[in-house]
């Protein structure tokens, strides 16, 4: 992983060499206060997925888009399009399954493992140099989940 790694800080540094790239080797966790069988859970993506009947995210901006878009929880592939040019699109055009695994959380549901999904789930972009403005984006997309009872958010990084 280490190598794949080095392989993207070299890319990065060649289109944007004012770029600070950090490696997080700790996150904070936030253990579960109930059974995952008892809990509502959102895919949160930053595959750049949106309806599309939504505004695609803006790929000409510098820093990148840090916004997000609601995908609701009854989305079905052929609901979206993916703006994020930043990675190959050859296994999500063939199964959505491999950026937002929506199909495979409704099989958990419909085998009691999780209680149940949001009636609505997020997608960001990826590819991101100014993160700040992502975290004012990040901390209103927590609160959106929070006021729908989310209990879990799974990320689905691309």
């Not at 509502?40 to 916004?67: E, Q, R």
């Not at 959505?96 to 493992?113: H, Q, S």
Request: net charge positive; aromatic share 8%.
């Amino acid at each position: 992983m280490i190598n794949h790694l080095l392989i993207t800080k070299s890319l990065i540094r060649r289109r944007r060499p004012d770029f600070d790239f950090t490696i997080f080797h700790n996150s904070p966790v936030t253990l579960l206060s109930k059974p995952l069988n008892k809990c509502k859970l959102a895919l949160v993506t930053t595959g750049g997925l949106h309806l599309k009947t939504d505004a695609p995210f803006d790929l000409s901006l510098k820093n990148g888009d840090c916004s997000y878009r609601i995908l609701p929880g009854e989305v079905r592939h052929d609901d979206l399009m993916v703006s994020h040019k930043w990675y190959n699109h050859k296994f999500i055009n063939a199964d959505l399954n491999c950026v937002f695994p929506i199909e495979r959380m409704r099989e958990y549901v419909k085998a009691g493992e999780i209680q149940s999904l949001s009636e609505e789930h997020l997608s960001f972009m990826g590819h991101i140099y100014d993160t700040a403005p992502l975290i004012k984006y990040s901390i209103k997309a927590g609160r959106h989940l929070k006021g729908l009872g989310v209990d879990v958010a799974f990320l689905t990084p691309t």
